[in-house]
């Protein structure tokens, strides 16, 4: 008997080794490699790094160590920090402990958005610490290229006050809003802008909030950022009344965007103009449009709860199902900022700012 015991313990401690030597089954990756976007306060990388449990057995994700191509280390997230910004898809919402432990074939998508000191990396690389019953374990993913070409663009609106909502940042619900198209998951919307006018006292109406007429923002011009052909218009869709819960169609992929104009602007990036007033589009598929030239109508079509522009650029002519990329916009003001949409908002001095992403909650101008 303490023969076979002592065989079995043996024969354990031989698995062990075994599974220790062997790589580690799982998968890891960067779906989008990062272009540099530059905000206020410098350059940012904001991309995503999945991982995906090939075991059979649980596995814990510890820790994450972005590094340049010489080994320096750019950013480091342990433990809660690194949790913090995990999801996991198809699990809904769970506690931020149990984000880390994946179970056989589950998948942890971490949301970056790390700020770059000093020249931007041209490539970046990836070393996980993953933890499981055989003991911790370090992963060096693949090399991945950051782009620096992002695009210069004008302005999508006239002057102001223009608040930045649901904008550049790493928790917005554009930023996470990872939606499968065509079974494959996307994020178009990872810099986009909900775009509404803010008055003096921070409101975005005036009068009767139940009417669309109201809102600044309503029947505003949306115009071209940049030369393009017209590749996807939709329009005839009925506004909303005002309202959080009052959708004037029921929203499918087809109706989420309301009317829209994607542009298509030129070495791969698409410029879309969503949430537009029926009957406001002033072009059509295939038309070549000017920087500057009205494109539509701000309005309040779609899924949108008060008079709005959203405005994004992916990589593909598809308003969801392609890759949100970074932009500059050659030229606004910041005028001031908000705590969040309508709250804690402040007016400040007006600064020119030059080539430069917005950034989420800040109130700016463009020029007339
Ligand atoms: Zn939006």
Known sequence: MRGVLWLSVLALGAAQAQLADRPLMVEARVPKAPTVATGASGGVLTYEVWLTNLEQRELKWTRLEVLDARGGTLQVLADTALWRDLSRPGQGTIGMADRPRLGPQQRAVLFLRGPITGEAPRELRHRLTIVDSVGTRTLTMRPVAVAHDAVVIGPPLRGGNWYVANGPSNTSGHRRAQIPVDGVPA????????????????????????????????????????????VATKDSIPENVPGINSRAVPITLETVGGNHVILDIGSGRFAFYAHLRPGSLRVKVGDRVRRGAVV?????????????????????????????????????????????????????????????LPVDNEVIRFPK
């Open 187 to 230: 994020i178009a919307q990872r810099f986009a802008i909900d775009y509404v006018i803010l008055d003096s006292a921070f409101k975005t109406f005036r009068g009767d909030s139940s009417k669309n007429e109201s809102y600044y923002a309503e029947d505003q011009d949306a115009l071209a950022v940049a030369d393009g052909i017209v």
């Open 296 to 356: 539509g109508k701000v309005g309040n079509s779609g899924n949108s709860t008060e008079p709005h522009l959203h405005f994004h650029i992916s990589d593909g002519n598809s308003p969801l199902g392609s890759e949100g990329l970074p932009y500059l916009h050659d030229q606004f003001e910041l005028v001031g900022t908000c705590k969040a949409f309508g709250a804690g908002c402040a007016a400040q001095a007006p600064v020119t700012r030059r080539r430069l």
